[in-house]
């Protein structure tokens, strides 16, 4: 097994708490997610965040729009089983309810909460019942004043008003909060988020934001997030997908473990298939892909359909199979040769091979 070939080194930031979870420092990069139920349905919203729990997401936010939403937040909180960030936009009032309802975390856009005396009832609110804040910064969102002083928005705009809602919470005494500066265009995010980097040492929340479907959005944020990642700037990310929550799931552990940061599930690396292919490995990988989502402990497994890339492949990862001729593979198991199988189904031999492989890691650690 290869040790990776470079690692990153991380910004040190300050650490703050989600709830139970500890963000910046040397702890883990955090993935989080929306739910797009409404929040007034209790029921629908938990289902929700339960089954990106099973995934592996570490904090979840929630739209609390209207006092419905505020007062749905006790019964969310009270069976999530992840910390739950309350969006509030607009109503500072929801800011207070959702803090005093058992959010862990409120997270504001200062652009359109209100005055400054909104803003610290907000603030009084967080510190009363240990919530922390978010201040998501937004380009499609910033203050008046900013945009009379930029014209448009800019990576200079979204830091200066990151920077003067710093000051607002630092001179609240408050410092338990994180920050993002989120715009759709990557280029802009990334300078927007290099810049922040420098100025501060609070914890950087990151994302892309409104990047589009599963595949746009997945691309989109794969570049702009991955680039300030492979930087060491970020504790947290978003992958903002117009799918299902369980999509910017995926999508963000796989942005995370390509980076060597985060190590959960299944990896698999599988080639794009050829004439050469001795098997269906398109249909192989998706179909296992889906059957192993459950498995949280990290494992390799690489799947080729020849011998051209099969055999060095399979060196590196914990199990591998290569295609051969008339129906007759080879399997790999830590990265030597173990048994050929012939006119199996594939696709269940592997899952159960991958299943007890995994249980076999789990008991040695």
Avoid: W
């Amino acid at each position: 097994m290869l040790r990776p070939y470079q690692q990153i080194n991380r910004r040190k930031s300050r650490v703050i708490k989600v709830g139970n979870v500890s963000i910046g420092g040397n702890n883990q990069i955090a993935v989080q997610t929306m739910t797009n139920t409404l929040t007034s349905n209790a029921k629908d919203t938990i289902a929700q965040i339960e089954r990106s729990a099973k995934l592996g997401v570490d904090l979840v936010r929630v739209s609390v729009p209207d006092k419905e939403s505020s007062h749905s937040l006790k019964e969310i909180v009270k069976h999530s089983p992840v910390p739950i960030i309350a969006d509030i936009h607009f109503h500072y009032k929801r800011g207070i309810e959702a803090a005093n309802n058992g959010a862990s975390c409120i997270r504001i856009n200062p652009g359109n909460i209100g005055n400054i005396e909104r803003i610290k009832e907000v603030i009084k609110a967080a510190k009363d019942n240990n919530c922390s804040i978010r201040v998501g910064v937004n380009a499609g969102s910033l203050e008046k004043q900013i945009l009379e002083k930029f014209s448009e928005p800019n990576p200079e705009a979204l830091v200066e008003s990151a920077k003067l809602n710093i000051k607002i919470l630092e001179d609240n005494d408050f410092t338990n909060f994180k920050i993002s500066v989120k715009s759709s265009d990557i280029f802009m995010s990334i300078k927007a988020y290099e810049q922040l980097a420098e100025l501060c040492d609070y914890p950087l929340h990151l994302g892309i934001t409104e990047a589009g479907g599963k595949r746009t959005g997945s691309i989109k944020s794969s570049i702009g997030v991955g680039n300030l990642l492979l930087r060491g700037i970020g504790d947290t990310i978003r992958i903002s997908l117009s799918d299902e929550p369980e999509e910017e799931v995926r999508v963000g552990f796989e942005i995370l473990k390509s980076l060597g940061l985060r190590n959960r599930g299944v990896k698999i690396i599988s080639c794009p298939s050829c004439a050469r292919q001795q098997f269906e490995v398109i249909k192989t990988v998706k179909n296992l892909e889906k059957k192993l989502d459950d498995i949280s402990t990290p494992i390799t497994v690489s799947i080729i359909g020849c011998v051209v890339n099969g055999p060095g492949e399979a060196t590196m990862t914990n199990i591998g199979i290569t295609g051969g001729g008339n129906d007759t593979h080879m399997i790999y198991l830590d990265g030597k040769k173990n048994n050929v199988v012939k006119n199996v189904d594939l696709e269940n031999y592997l899952e159960d091979l991958i299943r007890k492989k995994t249980k076999e890691i789990e008991l040695s650690n």
